[in-house]
């Protein structure tokens, strides 16, 4: 564990914030002291800082340490708050990492990011909302207050079981708001396959740029996915 060498990243990292000639590296420089064994609690006087450049760093390399980042699991609702796109969007991925049932109310915060103003952050929860584990989406589920987002939530939910209603995720995909077209994409993504793509190909043609943007994407590595290697 080279502690000494975290600490200078760190303070010259909060000494030089303006200066991406030094925070880029030196980040780079911290993420790999902190896979070898900096303590990533250390990261608190970047996220705890006034500066955004130093929260985003932060939230930055939580994001990247995977599950290294568990430790601070804590410092997460904070995250998703944050005025910051970068930060809720870096958050979002922490949670999907490191959540588990302890973390309702956590997990509950980012299914109402499906609602976030930024393109970006909308991405992020529709790529959360199709990754999570059935028990993290029970336990964010178990917070929500009555209303919308819990109702598409345990919708969601249900699709999971082993009779899907497809029907019902077109219809969704092709009427309603914005949210519940998220969530009916996050189904899409999550039912389809190399053998059949339809129900994100119909994705992939709604209003919404972060779900055409994702389900395309998704198009793409199923097609790369069922390729023959000899073609």
Request: with cysteine.
């Amino acid at each position: 564990m080279q502690t000494q060498a975290g600490d200078d990243l760190i303070e010259r990292i909060r000494t030089h914030p303006a200066d991406d000639d030094i925070v880029g590296p030196a980040a780079n420089d911290l993420l790999s002291e902190l896979y070898a064994g900096y303590p990533v609690e250390n990261l608190g006087k970047l996220l705890h800082s006034d500066n955004e450049v130093l929260v985003g760093t932060g939230a930055w390399l939580l994001s990247e340490l995977v599950e290294l980042a568990a430790p601070m699991m804590d410092e997460v609702p904070a995250l998703l708050a944050s005025p910051l796109r970068a930060v809720r969007y870096n958050a979002t991925a922490v949670v999907l990492e490191n959540a588990d049932e302890r973390h309702g109310p956590i997990i509950a915060q980012v299914m109402n990011l499906s609602r976030d103003p930024e393109s970006a952050v909308r991405w992020k929860v529709l790529e959360f909302l199709t990754e999570a584990s059935i028990e993290q989406l029970q336990a964010g589920v178990s917070c929500l207050p009555p209303g919308q987002m819990k109702e598409l939530a345990e919708w969601l939910i249900l699709e999971d079981g082993e009779e899907p209603d497809l029907p019902g995720i077109v219809i969704r995909l092709e009427a309603g708001d914005p949210v519940t077209r998220l969530f009916a994409a996050a189904a899409a993504a999550s039912l389809s396959d190399e053998q059949d793509t339809s129900l994100l190909e119909h994705a992939a043609r709604v209003e919404e740029e972060e779900i055409r943007s994702f389900a395309q994407a998704r198009l793409s590595e199923l097609r790369e996915d069922g390729a023959d290697p000899g073609d």
